[in-house]
Nanobody, 125 residues
Framework: QVHLVESGGGLVQAGGSLRLSCAASGGIFSSYVMGWFRQAPGKERMFVAVISRSGDSTYYADSVKGRFTISRANAKNTVYLQMANLKPDDTAVYYC??????????????????WGQGTQVTVSS
């Protein structure tokens, strides 16, 4: 049973930066694709970024491409989301998630079976 814990959220002004972390325990971290999603109030949970098991492949939602960077440190069982040039539209609860099974990069929330509790990111204008 994997346990995922996000941290690093907070309040930031537009144009600022934040780095989210997600620490995993249980299971073999390096065996799984990891993703980040976000959910704004009243909206569905949306894909943000995904990273391969080794970290050599990544994929981003168009809305964050060029501003966000996903990375992982398998030795530390941790995945990161570096967010730069933040916009008010980035305000949401951010969740990390572990891919179901040993599939390839996935962008649907239904591709993921384990989720953290989320961390709030608020960007003021």
């Amino acid at each position: 049973q994997v346990h995922l814990v996000e941290s690093g959220g907070g309040l930031v002004q537009a144009g600022g930066s934040l780095r989210l972390s997600c620490a995993a325990s249980g299971g073999i971290f390096s065996s799984y694709v990891m993703g980040w999603f976000r959910q704004a109030p009243g909206k569905e949970r949306m894909f943000v970024a995904v990273i391969s098991r080794s970290g050599d492949s990544t994929y981003y939602a168009d809305s964050v491409k060029g501003r966000f960077t996903i990375s992982r440190a398998n030795a530390k069982n941790t995945v990161y989301l570096q967010m730069a040039n933040l916009k008010p539209d980035d305000t949401a609860v951010y969740y990390c998630a572990r891919r179901i099974g040993y599939g390839d990069l996935g962008t649907s929330r239904y591709d993921y079976g384990s989720w953290g509790q989320g961390t709030q990111v608020t960007v003021s204008s």
